[in-house]
Protein backbone atom coordinates (compact mmCIF):
# COMPACT_ATOMS: atom_id res chain seq x y z
CA UNK A 1 0.00 0.00 0.00
CA UNK A 2 0.95 3.36 -0.81
CA UNK A 3 0.39 7.12 0.40
CA UNK A 4 0.89 10.33 -1.20
CA UNK A 5 2.02 12.92 1.31
CA UNK A 6 3.27 16.81 0.93
CA UNK A 7 3.75 17.76 -2.68
CA UNK A 8 2.88 14.16 -4.33
CA UNK A 9 5.78 11.87 -2.88
CA UNK A 10 4.55 8.35 -3.01
CA UNK A 11 5.09 6.58 0.25
CA UNK A 12 5.26 2.66 0.62
CA UNK A 13 4.66 1.04 3.97
CA UNK A 14 7.71 0.91 5.58
CA UNK A 15 8.26 5.06 4.49
CA UNK A 16 5.31 5.81 6.03
CA UNK A 17 5.56 3.97 8.93
CA UNK A 18 8.88 5.80 9.49
CA UNK A 19 7.21 8.76 8.41
CA UNK A 20 4.36 8.89 11.36
CA UNK A 21 6.80 7.18 13.81
CA UNK A 22 7.68 11.19 14.27
CA UNK A 23 4.52 12.33 15.10
CA UNK A 24 5.12 12.10 18.57
CA UNK A 25 8.28 14.00 18.54
CA UNK A 26 11.79 14.23 17.56
CA UNK A 27 13.73 10.88 17.44
CA UNK A 28 17.05 9.63 16.72
CA UNK A 29 16.97 6.75 13.76
CA UNK A 30 17.66 4.18 16.32
CA UNK A 31 14.93 5.26 18.90
CA UNK A 32 12.40 4.79 15.24
CA UNK A 33 13.70 1.82 14.55
CA UNK A 34 13.47 0.27 18.40
CA UNK A 35 9.31 1.75 18.16
CA UNK A 36 9.21 0.00 14.65
CA UNK A 37 10.93 -3.35 15.69
CA UNK A 38 12.86 -2.77 12.34
CA UNK A 39 16.28 -2.52 11.50
CA UNK A 40 18.34 0.42 12.21
CA UNK A 41 19.63 0.29 8.92
CA UNK A 42 16.19 0.34 6.98
CA UNK A 43 15.23 2.80 9.62
CA UNK A 44 18.54 5.41 8.09
CA UNK A 45 17.64 4.84 4.62
CA UNK A 46 13.96 5.98 5.16
CA UNK A 47 14.83 9.10 7.12
CA UNK A 48 17.56 9.81 4.55
CA UNK A 49 14.82 9.57 1.83
CA UNK A 50 11.99 11.09 3.20
CA UNK A 51 14.51 14.13 4.35
CA UNK A 52 15.47 14.40 0.35
CA UNK A 53 11.99 15.25 -0.54
CA UNK A 54 11.47 18.00 2.39
CA UNK A 55 9.50 15.23 4.93
CA UNK A 56 12.11 15.14 7.74
CA UNK A 57 14.29 17.36 9.05
CA UNK A 58 17.50 17.12 11.46
CA UNK A 59 17.17 18.92 14.36
CA UNK A 60 20.64 17.99 16.02
CA UNK A 61 22.32 15.25 17.95
CA UNK A 62 21.88 13.14 20.85
CA UNK A 63 24.38 11.19 22.58
CA UNK A 64 23.74 7.41 23.40
CA UNK A 65 26.82 5.76 25.20
CA UNK A 66 30.11 6.30 22.77
CA UNK A 67 27.66 7.04 20.04
CA UNK A 68 26.28 10.41 18.90
CA UNK A 69 23.05 9.85 16.55
CA UNK A 70 20.99 12.39 14.25
CA UNK A 71 17.93 13.97 16.00
CA UNK A 72 15.21 13.81 13.26
CA UNK A 73 11.27 15.49 13.65
CA UNK A 74 9.16 16.54 11.11
CA UNK A 75 8.94 19.94 9.46
CA UNK A 76 7.30 22.38 10.86
CA UNK A 77 3.96 23.42 8.49
CA UNK A 78 1.21 21.17 7.12
CA UNK A 79 1.16 17.71 6.62
CA UNK A 80 -1.07 17.12 3.46
CA UNK A 81 -2.07 13.10 3.19
CA UNK A 82 -4.14 12.25 0.26
CA UNK A 83 -5.26 9.04 1.06
CA UNK A 84 -7.68 6.61 2.80
CA UNK A 85 -4.87 6.92 5.95
CA UNK A 86 -5.74 10.69 6.47
CA UNK A 87 -8.58 9.15 8.59
CA UNK A 88 -6.16 7.50 10.71
CA UNK A 89 -3.32 10.06 10.87
CA UNK A 90 -6.31 12.82 11.66
CA UNK A 91 -7.75 10.74 14.81
CA UNK A 92 -4.12 10.13 16.01
CA UNK A 93 -3.04 14.02 16.19
CA UNK A 94 -6.44 14.71 17.58
CA UNK A 95 -6.02 12.20 19.98
CA UNK A 96 -2.19 13.56 20.70
CA UNK A 97 -3.63 17.13 21.00
CA UNK A 98 -6.11 16.43 23.35
CA UNK A 99 -4.06 14.83 25.31
CA UNK A 100 -1.08 17.66 24.75
CA UNK A 101 -3.73 20.06 25.34
CA UNK A 102 -5.19 18.92 28.47
CA UNK A 103 -1.61 18.20 30.25
CA UNK A 104 -0.50 21.64 29.41
CA UNK A 105 -3.46 23.60 30.59
CA UNK A 106 -4.80 24.87 27.25
CA UNK A 107 -8.20 25.06 25.37
CA UNK A 108 -8.91 22.42 23.57
CA UNK A 109 -12.05 21.15 21.55
CA UNK A 110 -12.34 18.15 19.55
CA UNK A 111 -15.70 16.93 17.76
CA UNK A 112 -17.14 15.63 14.87
CA UNK A 113 -19.93 17.25 12.65
CA UNK A 114 -21.57 15.26 10.19
CA UNK A 115 -24.62 17.35 8.17
CA UNK A 116 -26.31 16.26 5.02
CA UNK A 117 -26.59 19.82 3.42
CA UNK A 118 -28.28 20.81 0.14
CA UNK A 119 -26.48 19.52 -3.26
CA UNK A 120 -26.28 22.87 -4.43
CA UNK A 121 -24.76 24.21 -1.42
CA UNK A 122 -22.37 21.67 -1.11
CA UNK A 123 -19.58 22.74 -3.57
CA UNK A 124 -19.87 26.61 -1.94
CA UNK A 125 -19.43 24.72 1.39
CA UNK A 126 -16.66 22.89 0.82
CA UNK A 127 -14.79 25.92 -0.76
CA UNK A 128 -15.11 28.15 2.10
CA UNK A 129 -14.00 25.23 4.42
CA UNK A 130 -10.96 25.27 2.49
CA UNK A 131 -10.10 29.01 2.18
CA UNK A 132 -10.30 29.18 5.99
CA UNK A 133 -7.92 25.88 6.20
CA UNK A 134 -5.74 28.01 4.09
CA UNK A 135 -6.09 30.94 5.87
CA UNK A 136 -5.34 29.26 9.22
CA UNK A 137 -2.27 27.83 7.38
CA UNK A 138 -1.46 30.70 6.38
CA UNK A 139 -0.79 31.71 10.18
CA UNK A 140 1.53 28.92 10.50
CA UNK A 141 5.19 29.72 12.49
CA UNK A 142 7.93 28.35 13.84
CA UNK A 143 7.95 27.94 17.72
CA UNK A 144 5.74 27.29 20.08
CA UNK A 145 2.26 28.21 18.91
CA UNK A 146 -0.99 26.25 19.41
CA UNK A 147 -1.60 23.47 16.68
CA UNK A 148 -4.24 23.32 15.03
CA UNK A 149 -5.60 19.89 13.20
CA UNK A 150 -8.14 19.92 10.45
CA UNK A 151 -9.90 16.96 9.08
CA UNK A 152 -12.67 17.82 5.83
CA UNK A 153 -14.34 15.30 3.56
CA UNK A 154 -17.66 15.58 1.33
CA UNK A 155 -19.63 13.01 0.36
CA UNK A 156 -22.90 11.30 -1.25
CA UNK A 157 -24.55 8.35 0.10
CA UNK A 158 -26.66 7.35 -2.90
Not at 34 to 45: D, E, F, I, Q, Y
Not at 48 to 74: F, K, P, S, W
Not at 135 to 151: H, Y
Request: with cysteine; aromatic share 4%.
Amino acid sequence: MTSTVGSGIQMEESLWRTFTSLLDGPSTARGVATRLGRPVATVVRNLNHLQAHGLVCETGTDRVGHHIERVYRLPEGAVRVKDERALDLAFHETERGLTLAAFNGLPSAAGMVSVCVPRDRAAGIMTRLQQLREEIEALQQEGDGVKVSLFLAGWTED
